[in-house]
């Protein structure tokens, strides 16, 4: 392999039969203070390259997907990850159940820091597109920068629709507000250095196939003013006992200005759990060949990063050693990410000098 010079770690290392370099350890990922983490590490990396942050400060993001698709639990994985996170201490934390449907114990999931998060009360509920529009011009007027998720842009009606008057127009108003709502606010937003977690219900069910006949509420508005646009899929089921614990999500994103790249990943959702994250850079690291299952067994041979063992006996092991375990498997994978990278870029002379 030839030296990779585009990433900062020793190029010593040769092929991927170990995620170490020459004995003097990969050097760790930078954790910028621009990007918000998803809480999937394989979705970072999807987003911006950087395995600690993915969503940028400052944008709109929409997350688009089928029923039980993990639109939740992503967004409350984030708000999670954020406030373990010094650097957003000053940032208001807001979610906001449109839908009515937030059943999802957050204390016991994410622990008692969780509690920061605020949940829209009812009196503030939003309601209608002019309402979000009000909500969020009332929180960019705020001292601090904010980071907010109405769940789901879908369930918002609009003040026309409100008074029964929608079978008498030619054109809804939904998108025509929806339109005029994100172009006012997306420069604010950047300026402020919020962030504008939009989530989406999709029409029809993606599958896996993520095809054009799907669609969203709203009109193209979002897409359009959207800095990331995720779409979620759920691939499959996980089983314990012929019982569902949680879905396989896949992951993609049809469209990045941040890298400008599109890409597509998966993890793994358990319902009383959240985001596996270390399961899912195991599977990833495996899948990718970074590691090996052995022949005839289930024990995965990891070139020395960790003990062979199992899958399960893996986890257990990361999740055990705590912060040293898991930041080193999220350096491996940030590792195998970025030769993969490496390997598929275009190689040839840059045309302007």
């Known amino acids: 392999m030839e030296p990779l010079v585009d990433i900062p770690f020793p190029p010593e290392k040769k092929g991927k039969e170990t995620a170490k370099s020459n004995g003097e350890g990969l050097i760790a990922a930078e954790r910028r203070v621009d990007l918000i983490p ?53 940032y208001h934390l807001e979610y906001e159940d449109i839908e009515g449907k937030f059943r999802i114990p957050t204390v016991a999931l994410f622990g008692a820091p969780i ?22 011009n009332k929180l960019l007027k705020s001292e601090n920068p904010f980071i907010y998720v109405p769940d789901s842009f879908d369930a918002l009606s609009d003040a026309e629709e409100m008074d029964k008057e929608e079978l008498k127009r030619d054109y809804p108003a939904k998108p025509r507000l929806a339109s005029a709502m994100f172009r006012r606010i997306a420069g604010k937003i950047n300026k402020t250095g919020s962030l504008l977690l939009v989530v989406s219900q999709v029409r029809q069910n993606i599958g896996v196939t993520f095809g054009e006949k799907y669609s969203r509420s709203g009109g193209k508005a979002l897409g359009h003013y959207a800095v990331i646009e995720l779409w979620l899929a759920v691939k499959g089921h996980i089983k314990r006992k012929e019982r569902d614990v949680g879905v396989k999500v896949k992951a993609k994103t049809k469209k990045n200005h941040l890298t400008g790249k599109l890409r597509t990943i998966e993890f793994d959702i358990l319902f009383d759990y959240g985001v596996d994250d270390v399961g899912s850079m195991i599977d990833f690291l495996v899948n990718e060949g ?12 990891t070139g020395g990063d960790f003990t062979d063992a199992t899958r399960e006996k893996l986890i257990k092991s990361i999740d055990d050693n705590s912060t040293e375990a898991y930041d080193s498997l999220v350096t491996i994978t940030w590792d195998c990410w970025n030769r993969i990278e490496h390997d598929i870029r275009t190689d040839r002379k840059p045309r302007y000098e």
């Open 38 to 90: 998803t809480g999937s590490t394989l979705l970072n990396l999807a987003l911006s390259d950087n395995p600690y942050g993915g969503y940028p400060v400052g944008s709109i993001i929409n997350v688009v997907g089928d029923r039980s698709a993990g639109k939740t639990f992503l967004s409350w994985n984030m708000m999670a990850e954020v406030v373990l996170r010094e650097e957003f201490d000053n």
């Open 290 to 301: 970074f590691w090996k299952k052995k022949k005839g067994g289930q024990k995965i041979e």
């Open 115 to 136: 509690r920061r998060v605020v949940l829209t009360p009812e009196e503030d509920a939003v309601g209608t597109v002019e309402g979000l529009d009000k909500k969020v």
